[in-house]
């Protein structure tokens, strides 16, 4: 298989994971918000192929280019800024983009290694440790670049308490990271106490691997696609409180989408057409509130990513 295809691959993440309906508080086929469409994640998805490519044939070119200045810095960078510029909405993909880009560089250095058909354990075990073997301050640097760029609501202009790391807003950022020798890998290290996103990357992608086998069990069950990527969504957000809804709303808001999510999650196995109809009550429910548990389908994005890399054909058919 071409290097491209891989990139490919993990694009559709980005929008397998937005096409799903309904996935109660987010962005879907027929439901947007005030700053981000549903199309605009498309435009993220397509964007993004070029970029997770030189991902991936970083990893590839790894033995020849050891990479001394980026690792995926850059790469998530370009994600969120192309995204941007293209459709001019808001942030589409920051999480996702965190998630995916290590993906790319691991597939490319595992295909170098002359591997035909890397398992997904070993991939995330790869992406893992370029991270926290090679990451350097310029991709910290990127990453804030990332933040700054979208500015997201739930990043406050204020410096945060009791951390080290410099603030996402502060005019000296870069001096302060290269200072301070702060690698992408102690800003995800630290991030993870509190964001699900970087404790995903820093524990090896545990959750997702999780969804890839949850994903395949019931594709295989009902054979019906979008039933599978809304379970599957409903799967994780019934067994981990979604940091970003801490983040802007509270633990216990949290908790109540978290035992609701429980509740459908167990009437959409048992009865997908009742579900559904509950369901969407529940996404205007959190959409009237803004609740949204954005971390949660970023996790999701990257699950399908790895399930696409799995199958590598027939993507959403048994």
């Known amino acids: 298989m071409r290097l491209i295809n891989y990139a490919i691959l993990l694009s559709l993440g980005f929008v397998l994971e937005v096409s799903a309906y309904p996935k109660p508080g987010n962005v879907h086929r027929l439901k947007d918000f005030i700053d981000t469409r549903f199309e605009d994640f498309l435009i993220a998805g397509v964007s993004a192929v070029s970029h997770l490519y030189k991902g991936v044939v970083r990893g590839f070119r790894y033995f020849k280019n050891p990479m001394s200045r980026n690792t995926v810095g850059d790469i998530i960078y370009g994600i969120v800024k192309s995204s941007v510029d293209l459709s001019g909405g808001g942030n589409t993909s920051l999480g996702s983009a965190l998630l995916i880009a290590p993906l790319s560089l691991s597939i490319g250095f595992l295909k170098g290694m002359g591997k035909l058909k890397p398992d997904i354990y070993l991939i995330t075990n790869t992406a893992k440790s370029f991270i926290e073997k090679h990451s350097t301050v310029y991709d910290s640097i990127m990453l804030y670049k990332a933040v700054r ?22 005019p000296s950022y870069r001096k302060e990271i290269i200072e301070g020798g702060y690698r992408l890998w102690d ?24 969804l890839v086998n949850h994903l395949d069990n019931r594709l295989k069950n009902h054979r019906d696609w979008n039933r599978a990527i809304v379970e599957t969504y409903l799967y994780l957000l019934s067994n981990e409180l979604d940091t970003l809804i801490i983040r802007k709303h509270s633990v ?22 009742i579900c559904l109809k509950d369901l969407k009550i529940f996404d205007y429910e959190l959409n009237k509130e803004n609740i949204n548990p954005g971390s949660t389908a970023d996790i999701v994005a990257s699950s399908i990513s790895l399930y696409a890399l799995y199958k590598e054909k027939k993507i959403i058919r048994v």
């Open 149 to 170: 760029y979208v500015s997201p609501s739930y990043i406050k202009k204020h410096k945060p308490v009791n951390t080290v790391y410099p603030d996402i807003w502060s």
């Open 187 to 210: 800003i995800l290290a630290y991030s993870s106490r509190y964001d699900m996103v970087a404790k995903e990357v820093v524990e090896g992608y545990i959750k997702s691997i999780e």
């Open 252 to 273: 216990d808001i949290a908790r109540y989408v978290m035992e609701k999510a429980k509740e459908l999650y167990r009437l959409c196995v048992e009865n997908w057409d």
